[in-house]
């Protein structure tokens, strides 16, 4: 946040910021950050689905030679 306060002061040099552009980049600054968590952990709820079909995947592949005797 602070960062991005001294970006935008850096920028714009001519004259200070007003009010309503601190707020803009406050927003837009915690917007990207919490896309960010967002996208985070949207990824690490895929790698865990991914895994969950994995691991269904082996457990079935596993199963079917000991399962094949049963319609004999």
Do not use: C, Y
């Amino acid at each position: 946040m602070v960062l991005a306060l001294a970006r935008a002061l850096i920028d714009h040099q001519e004259r200070p910021l007003n009010a309503a552009e601190i707020d803009a980049v406050i927003s837009q600054t915690l917007a990207r950050e919490a896309l960010a968590v967002e996208q985070a952990r949207r990824a690490v709820w895929r790698r865990t689905i991914e895994n969950n079909e994995n691991f269904a995947t082996s457990l079935t592949k596993r199963a079917a030679p000991r399962l094949s005797f049963i319609g004999t």
